[in-house]
């Protein structure tokens, strides 16, 4: 049987292991997408580059050819940018959520047991009741 203090516990616990598995998912995202973002600018800067040299060697051809790929990968990062920063915003709005939610679920267990400590012979059935209601439930079916 878990005591009170013990099913405390276990939910920050369990609330620091998620919000620190939440900051390194958004950190890996971040660092791929900002590699993705560097190596797309860098390319069209390089194709920028390449076809200004091809345009004074030459003066029609393949600088309209490079000019329009050197565009294209700018605009491609602009999009993952833009992808990249709704995607930021949409996870800061669901951890407020997230936060607001766990924050009842605290102000329940303070309730429960303040209620529970005037009725000793009570606190073991309302801790492992909200034990078992309360308990976080698996993320894995989020992703």
Same mark, same amino acid.
Do not use: C
């Given at each position: 049987?878990?005591?009170?203090?013990?099913?405390?516990?276990?939910?920050?616990?369990?609330?620091?292991?998620?919000?620190?598995?939440?900051?390194?998912?958004?950190?890996?995202?971040? !660092?791929?997408? %900002?590699? =993705?973002? &560097?190596? @797309? $600018?860098?390319?069209?800067?390089? /194709?920028? +580059? #390449? *076809?200004?040299?091809?345009?004074?060697?030459?003066?029609?051809?393949?600088?309209? !050819?490079?000019? %329009?790929? =050197?565009? &294209?990968? @700018? $605009?491609?990062?602009?999009?993952? /940018?833009? +992808? #990249? *920063?709704?995607?930021?915003?949409?996870?800061?709005?669901?951890?407020?959520?997230?936060?607001?939610?766990?924050? =009842?679920?605290?102000? @329940?267990?303070?309730?429960?047991?303040?209620?529970?400590?005037?009725?000793?012979?009570?606190?073991?059935?309302?801790?492992?009741?909200?034990?078992?209601?309360?308990?976080?439930?698996?993320?894995?079916?989020?992703?």
């Amino acid at each position: 049987m878990l005591s009170l203090g013990a099913i405390l516990l276990q939910n920050l616990v369990t609330r620091v292991t998620d919000r620190v598995d939440e900051t390194m998912d958004v950190a890996k995202r971040n !660092a791929i997408a %900002g590699a =993705a973002i &560097g190596l @797309l $600018l860098v390319t069209a800067y390089g /194709l920028g +580059v #390449v *076809a200004t040299a091809v345009l004074l060697a030459q003066h029609y051809g393949a600088v309209s !050819a490079l000019f %329009g790929l =050197a565009g &294209g990968f @700018l $605009l491609l990062a602009l999009i993952v /940018l833009a +992808v #990249v *920063a709704m995607r930021n915003r949409r996870e800061r709005e669901l951890r407020r959520i997230r936060r607001q939610q766990l924050a =009842a679920r605290r102000d @329940l267990m303070a309730a429960a047991a303040a209620v529970a400590m005037k009725k000793p012979l009570a606190a073991t059935a309302v801790a492992l009741a909200l034990g078992f209601l309360l308990a976080p439930k698996s993320r894995r079916g989020d992703d």
